[in-house]
């Protein structure tokens, strides 16, 4: 084959997309399912119902559009990895009332609507910096999430389970019914904005702050309107909309939620009908590599996390792979360099997208690239760290003339049976790191608790009003 040849025949196997073109890439980060259990769960995931609707998606997607001119903004939030056990009503409920009162402050100080985007009802895998780990001086698979094994310490429960995806689905069809439920049946009426004020933060600073100056200022706003004869009983009011999204790491569960969209003004359009939103992980974004290919034919809004070690040339080429049309709402960035290192990373990559003329959403994850130990030995994140990140995430887009649209938080709710958690310190009832043992139950990464990302929602109205 001649060079030429071998290039046309390149360029062909990338146009030729279609679900499983992914299999002929390198996929990082996937578990070692065993084949049979795999074809099997796959089979039966094919022919179950979409957990999304494509009108959903597109629907998001204009509203992202909207976002990245600075006519909206994004709150992106939910736990680092969701689990089975965890997958109950108190929980779900209580993360949606966090990120429903966040939305009202952000919305009430920052001017703008905001768009609610879960990271729940399928964040059920994570990608891991080592396939193995140490517990208890045994060296066992790594935990990937529980749709593939458990995070408890023995071999049996670290094998990679393919029957964890069917579970998955279920329980995530299961979160996203009352997510639907909650947002559709008048819990989520701004009429109910006190309701939202949870006991446990009702009583600090915070939870005070939240009352005073978001949850009276909105009722009066709505008797306001009641009195000159308009009515608030109207969806805009009374219902919200909630989307759905998560990282799309394992790349068999996701082809086997691709449905192609009958109602598509254009036939032959696919979604990853996993959840509205998905995003591609700092660790999975090669240009070449199996993540890219098979979200490349999927036409959800993608988010794609950007960590220090980027090369802005070549995620400006996986954007484009990505975008090719440069479609807006398609894209959006969520950077994650961490306290004290936005200023050196996040300008050569503005610079590289604006200079290539591409269609993004800014938005600050200021979790990823601020964890820490504690002195006692726990993953932590500082609530200082956390808060100079995104300061610094909307000085540099100031600086560089993009719009600083949107945030993502690893954050909880109160959890059912133990309360509040102690995971991050800081914030205003200054947990310390000798606190965090109190109630640390995360089966991932650090969260938020409810009082701190109240706090931190304040603190981002401000800079969205002085952006
Ligand atoms: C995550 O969002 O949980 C995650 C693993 O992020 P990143 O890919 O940015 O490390
Ligand atoms: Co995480």
Request: proline share 8%; no cysteine; charged share 20%.
């Given at each position: 084959m001649s060079l030429l040849q071998i290039s046309t025949f390149a360029n062909t196997a990338m146009t030729t997309w279609n679900k499983s073109s992914w299999k002929s890439k390198t996929a990082l980060q996937q578990p070692e399912w065993p084949a049979a259990e795999l074809h099997e769960a796959n089979k039966l995931l094919s022919h179950l119902p979409p957990l999304v609707a494509a009108g959903e998606i597109r629907d998001l997607k204009a509203h992202l559009a909207k976002a990245a001119k600075g006519q909206a903004f994004l709150l992106q939030g939910g736990d680092c990895s969701e689990e089975f056990a965890r997958c109950s009503a108190?929980?779900?409920?209580?993360?949606?009332?966090?990120?429903?009162?966040?939305?009202?402050?952000?919305?009430?100080?920052?001017?703008?609507?905001?768009?609610?985007?879960?990271?729940?009802?399928?964040?059920?895998?994570?990608?891991?910096?080592s396939p193995t780990e140490m517990v208890n001086g045994v060296e066992l698979p790594s935990y990937r999430g529980d749709m593939c094994n458990s995070v408890e310490g023995t071999p049996e429960a670290r094998k990679a389970d393919p029957q964890r995806m069917l579970k998955g689905y279920y329980l995530s069809a299961a979160t996203l019914n009352l997510l639907r439920a909650f947002a559709q049946g008048g819990f989520s009426s701004l009429h109910n904005v006190h309701k939202w004020n949870q006991e446990f933060v009702k009583n600090s600073p915070v939870g005070g702050s939240y009352e005073q100056s978001v949850a009276r200022q909105i009722e009066r706003t709505l008797t306001f309107m009641e009195n000159i004869g308009i009515h608030t009983d109207m969806p805009q009011i009374k219902e919200v909309e909630f989307f759905t999204s998560h990282e799309a790491l394992f790349l068999d569960y996701e082809e086997s939620l691709a449905r192609e969209d009958s109602e598509d003004e254009v036939p032959g359009r696919w979604y990853d009908c996993s959840g509205h939103m998905l995003w591609i992980g700092d660790r999975t974004r090669q240009l070449e590599g199996a993540h890219v290919e098979f979200l490349r034919g999927v036409r959800n809004p993608l988010g794609m996390k950007v960590g220090p070690g980027h090369n802005p040339e070549e995620i400006v080429k996986v954007i484009q792979r990505l975008n090719p049309d440069n479609e807006e709402g398609r894209m959006t960035l969520i950077t994650r360099f961490g306290a004290g290192k936005v200023e050196q990373y996040l300008p050569p990559l503005i610079r590289a997208v604006k200079g290539e003329g591409l269609n993004v959403l800014w938005c600050c994850d200021p979790m990823h690239g601020n964890i820490r130990k504690s002195l006692s030995g726990c993953k932590t994140r500082s609530f200082e760290d956390i808060l100079a990140e995104l300061q610094q995430f909307f000085a540099v887009c100031q600086i560089e003339g993009a719009v600083p649209g949107g945030v993502h938080f690893e954050l909880t709710g109160k959890d059912e049976q133990t309360g509040d958690v102690t995971e991050c310190t800081g914030g205003a009832s200054g947990l310390s790191d000798e606190g965090l043992r109190r109630n640390y139950c995360t089966a991932c990464d650090p969260r938020l608790n409810a009082e701190q990302s109240l706090e931190m929602a304040f603190r981002i109205a401000e800079m969205i009003k002085g952006s």
């Open positions: 108190p929980n779900i409920k209580s993360t949606l009332k966090v990120l429903l009162q966040m939305a009202a402050i952000l919305t009430y100080g920052g001017g703008r609507p905001v768009i609610k985007v879960g990271r729940m009802a399928g964040q059920y895998a994570k990608p891991r910096s």
